[in-house]
């Protein structure tokens, strides 16, 4: 025990009369960044760049954009719609990602950032080599579609038709490479299609002839986003519509071993996503959408039962639409009667 005592003090006292440790020095190939000097009050201020060069997008565009989306544009339409903007600028850039010049997009995107670290950075990310079949070759215009960055620079090389639009009086709407523009008559439609296919052409950029027309949303009707918008209604795309029947073909196959509330289970998740975009839909949209889908489950039931063909006629009778409700199958029709009424507060 004694020992053992002695042994602390020892300890103790060596703690003390320790030399701190040394911190290893750095290579010789490293620098040290020294800490200004100068006192703050001295110090030359900051360099900054005008305003309108710090502004990425006027207030008409919507796509990749904080606190701004896919809804917002949609309402704004509905907003200009309704205040009498009918004709409608409906335009279409022909494989935009795809044919941007490198040479214009490094410009503008000079005029937002200095650093030339991050300036390089981006001009490798540009002329990065693709794969094209058994042959590799390097980009001389386009950016990559679906890459992280592409949709940044597509909005820096649409910046300035942004504004000039604005500063012109026109009301764009525009998501990424996907706008429209609403006027009041047809005249200001002419005029914004001519500036549009003026500015387009001194960007290096394309209007598809066959997709870019003119249209009065009272008469016509014109898509946007996956919407199309006709006659003070909106309604999914055919495109949309085709998109969400093929995903509940892939998960309804008449072969399918699942259990109906296995197939249920996996249904759901995308009626509520497809219902939360389109539930501003014309009211009429859903049922049918419902009606199909319980034919589709019906038509595994009745497989089940060694019968062949879909489930029409009398199937209705012994799954009744109840029966799959019971089995908590989304419903697009009720969801949207459910979005309607008024919340209980």
Excluded at 21 to 50: D, F, G, K, S, V
Excluded at 110 to 138: P, Y
Excluded at 258 to 266: R, Y
Excluded at 277 to 304: A, C, N, V
Aim: hydrophobic fraction near 35%; include cysteine; charge should be positive.
């Amino acid at each position: 025990m004694a020992r053992q005592l002695e042994k602390k003090r020892a300890l103790q006292g060596n703690v003390c009369a320790q030399r701190p440790i040394e911190r290893a020095q750095r290579p010789n190939n490293l620098h040290c960044i020294e800490q200004p000097t100068m006192p703050r009050h001295e110090r030359p201020p900051p360099r900054t760049r005008p305003a309108e060069t710090r502004v990425l997008s006027t207030e008409t565009s919507y796509g990749f954009r904080p606190g701004r989306g896919c809804k917002d544009a949609l309402a704004r339409v509905d907003t200009l719609l309704k205040n009498g903007y009918t004709h409608v600028v409906d335009a279409d850039l022909k494989s935009y990602f795809d044919t941007i010049p490198h040479d214009r997009l490094m410009a503008l995107i000079e005029n937002k950032i200095s650093d030339g670290r991050v300036l390089e950075l981006i001009r490798m990310f540009l002329k990065q080599q693709v794969l094209d079949d058994l042959s590799i070759r390097v980009p001389e215009k386009g950016s990559p579609q679906g890459a992280v960055i592409s949709p940044l620079l597509s909005n820096i090389y649409l910046d300035p038709l942004d504004h000039l639009m604005a500063g012109q009086g026109f009301e764009m709407i525009r998501y990424a490479d996907d706008f429209v523009i609403l006027c009041r008559t047809h005249e200001d439609a002419d005029r914004a299609l001519a500036v549009v296919q003026q500015w387009t052409a001194q960007a290096g950029l394309t209007l598809h002839p066959d997709k870019t027309h003119i249209v009065e949303a009272t008469e016509g009707a014109f898509d946007f986003l996956g919407y199309t918008f006709s006659c003070g209604y909106r309604y999914p795309r055919e495109k949309s519509l085709r998109k969400l029947k093929d995903i509940i073909r892939r998960k309804t196959k008449r072969r399918n071993g699942d259990s109906l509330q296995v197939t249920i289970a996996q249904l759901n998740p995308t009626l509520r996503g497809w219902f939360e975009y389109f539930k501003h839909s014309q009211p009429r949209t859903f049922e049918p959408i419902d009606g199909w889908i319980r034919m589709r489950l019906r038509t595994i039931l009745r497989r089940r039962h060694k019968r062949k063909g879909r489930g029409v006629g009398w199937d209705h009778f012994r799954w009744k639409n109840a029966y799959f409700a019971e089995r908590g199958l989304y419903s697009l029709q009720q969801a949207h009667v459910s979005a309607c009424q008024p919340s209980s507060r």
